[in-house]
């Protein structure tokens, strides 16, 4: 059974950077049917999108974050990692990975199934 | 950057019908398919919907999923207290370079 567990710091400071990481156990994160995601949902509950992953090595960015992102993957853990630079309070969230499961293969839309627990992170000094 | 629109709140009596709306756009909904999530508190969300009226498996009979134009709908019949909870929309959207979307959320309570 595919479980994916999120795990890092509960607590960053303004400005520095925030990193993640997910474990992805039941399947290969190298798996090319899939693409593997980070979502995130703010305390006042509104879900977004922050990037994907695949397995080609190609990375899709939130056009909103793109240029504090950087989302990789570690093959020999089966791991993904988040790093968000500059953060703000705005950025306080639980964050999510989860597997990307294309409508058809190659093709970026799709759907999300199954999500991780999710890990709550606050901005705060 | 855009976002798919839902009411806030829906609520029902246990057995009712509740239907929950998504409104979104021509770049969106209107190009391409709806996926809905539930999410109960402090659990993982989980995908309801997905290809604008596909249940996975173990997913209930009682939750359809339609769309139409630029809008879909998320329908709730035989509404159990367990189906408490929140419900999103989504889809991916080709604007910009691609991205995903979500609703805004809905709250549905069973009274």
Redesign the interface.
Same mark, same amino acid.
């Given at each position: 059974q595919l479980q994916l567990q999120e795990s890092g710091p509960g607590l960053v400071k303004p400005s520095e950077t925030l990193s993640l990481t997910c474990t992805v156990s039941g399947d290969s994160i190298s798996n090319s049917s899939f693409y593997w995601d980070w979502i995130r949902q703010s305390p006042g509950k509104r879900l977004e999108w922050i990037g994907s992953f695949d397995y080609s090595g190609s990375t899709y960015y939130n056009p909103s974050l793109k240029s504090r992102l950087a989302i990789s993957v570690d093959t020999s853990k089966n791991q993904l990692s988040l790093k968000l630079s500059s953060v703000t309070a705005a950025d306080t969230a639980v964050y999510y990975c989860a597997r990307h499961v294309p409508e058809y293969a190659g093709t970026r839309d799709g759907w999300f199934d199954p999500w991780g627990q999710g890990t709550l992170v606050t901005v705060s000094s | 950057?855009s #976002?798919l629109t839902q009411p806030p709140s829906a609520s029902g009596t246990p057995g009712q019908r509740v239907t929950i709306s998504c409104f979104g756009s021509s770049s969106n909904i209107g190009s391409?398919?709806v &996926?809905w $999530?539930q999410h109960l508190p402090g659990? %993982?969300?989980? /995908?309801l919907i997905?290809?604008n009226d596909q249940r996975?498996s173990g997913v209930p009979d009682r939750f359809s999923g339609s769309k139409s134009g630029t809008s879909a709908s998320l329908a709730i019949s035989g509404l159990q207290s367990e189906d408490e909870a929140?419900y $999103?929309c %989504?889809?991916?959207d080709g604007s /910009? &370079? *691609? @991205?995903? #979307? @979500?609703g805004? *959320?809905t709250k549905v309570t069973v009274l």
């Amino acid at each position: 059974q595919l479980q994916l567990q999120e795990s890092g710091p509960g607590l960053v400071k303004p400005s520095e950077t925030l990193s993640l990481t997910c474990t992805v156990s039941g399947d290969s994160i190298s798996n090319s049917s899939f693409y593997w995601d980070w979502i995130r949902q703010s305390p006042g509950k509104r879900l977004e999108w922050i990037g994907s992953f695949d397995y080609s090595g190609s990375t899709y960015y939130n056009p909103s974050l793109k240029s504090r992102l950087a989302i990789s993957v570690d093959t020999s853990k089966n791991q993904l990692s988040l790093k968000l630079s500059s953060v703000t309070a705005a950025d306080t969230a639980v964050y999510y990975c989860a597997r990307h499961v294309p409508e058809y293969a190659g093709t970026r839309d799709g759907w999300f199934d199954p999500w991780g627990q999710g890990t709550l992170v606050t901005v705060s000094s | 950057q855009s #976002v798919l629109t839902q009411p806030p709140s829906a609520s029902g009596t246990p057995g009712q019908r509740v239907t929950i709306s998504c409104f979104g756009s021509s770049s969106n909904i209107g190009s391409k398919t709806v &996926n809905w $999530y539930q999410h109960l508190p402090g659990a %993982a969300p989980r /995908l309801l919907i997905y290809s604008n009226d596909q249940r996975p498996s173990g997913v209930p009979d009682r939750f359809s999923g339609s769309k139409s134009g630029t809008s879909a709908s998320l329908a709730i019949s035989g509404l159990q207290s367990e189906d408490e909870a929140d419900y $999103y929309c %989504a889809a991916w959207d080709g604007s /910009l &370079n *691609g @991205f995903y #979307v @979500f609703g805004t *959320g809905t709250k549905v309570t069973v009274l």
